[in-house]
């Protein structure tokens, strides 16, 4: 079987956002043609309620999914439609935001906010789909312990346990892995997928060579990959999904394929018919 082998190593940048939520952004703007179908990701790692309390206050998606992920920590969640809840330890929130939807992310003080939101593009076809949540509490994430890890199935499936969340438009493999020191761990992956691996704690050696946390380590094609915890053990979230090989044209908190749906939707925040049942002054809070 072909494993694969590391592309990319990428650390990401320090950065603020929102009112002022201090953040690494591992992935982004530069990183999609590597990445596709994933369009960024945002890690949370602090202790300090100052650095993340501000929060994302009212702001538009359009043509995306966000899967926002707690390992610990809690975030208050609403939107233009009504809906409102939070995101605790070891839940996640699937938000499908396709033609448009407004909403806030508030987290609140805890001991370790720790976590990770995934921006997944929507092929051009589902762009403008209508926009939905999927809330996951931690007790419907499915688990699986095996030989020194410890696996929850967040989408996707692992060796024939299936999540109850599978990706509606793009077909996410999400998992959450703990490894104890020295374990190897392998994972068979379709060839044709973009697969990625996050290093929340400690480290891991792949092919000879270590990586500290805080890195992002992205494979070339393949059938499967293998990686071994360091001597502190490691912890890491590994994403796998088919690439859409479309045209992106990115903007803010708007994805979609050209320029011209850019400025429409642009136009649209400005007139007030972005989002069905959504108030435009939402987004100047």
């Known amino acids: 079987m072909n494993t694969r082998k590391v592309a990319r190593v990428v650390t990401g940048i320090r950065t603020e956002d929102g009112a002022g939520v201090k953040l690494t952004r591992v992935i982004g703007h530069d ?14 790692d602090s202790r300090n309620p100052d650095d993340y309390t501000a929060g994302f206050p009212w702001h538009p998606h359009r043509g995306i999914e966000t899967v926002t ?4 920590g809690n975030i208050e969640h609403g939107d233009s439609l009504g809906n409102q809840g939070c995101i605790s330890d070891g839940s996640c929130q699937w938000m499908t935001a396709g033609g448009g939807i407004i909403h806030r992310e508030m987290p ?21 789909t209508a926009p939905a949540y999927n ?18 199935v967040v989408s996707g499936e692992y060796k ?23 374990r190897e761990w392998t994972l ?19 092919d000879g060579v270590s990586h500290e946390n805080r890195r992002a380590v992205l494979f ?18 590994l994403f796998s999904g088919k690439p859409l090989g479309e045209p992106v044209a990115w903007a803010g908190p708007i994805v979609m394929n050209t320029r011209e749906e850019l ?4 136009r649209e925040l400005d007139d007030g018919t972005f989002a069905r049942g959504c108030d435009t002054a939402h987004g100047n809070e």
């Open 31 to 44: 990183d999609v043609k590597d990445f596709d179908p994933f369009l960024m990701l945002d890690a949370f």
């Open 69 to 72: 992920y707690l390992i610990s």
């Open 108 to 128: 609140k003080p805890s001991q370790h906010m720790l976590g990770a939101q995934l921006w997944i593009n929507l092929p051009k076809k589902d762009k403008m």
């Open 135 to 152: 809330d996951i509490r931690a007790e419907a994430i499915a688990k699986v312990a095996e030989n020194g890890a410890r696996i929850a």
């Open 160 to 182: 024939g346990v299936r999540a109850s969340m599978q990706g509606d438009f793009v077909k996410t493999t999400y998992l959450d892995v703990e490894l104890e020191s020295g």
């Open 188 to 206: 068979e992956t379709p060839p044709e997928n973009t697969v990625f691996l996050y290093i929340v704690l400690g480290s891991l050696r792949i």
């Open 220 to 237: 070339g094609r393949g059938e499967r990959i293998c990686v071994t915890a360091g001597e502190k053990g490691a912890r890491f979230l």
């Open 263 to 266: 400025a429409q939707a642009f």
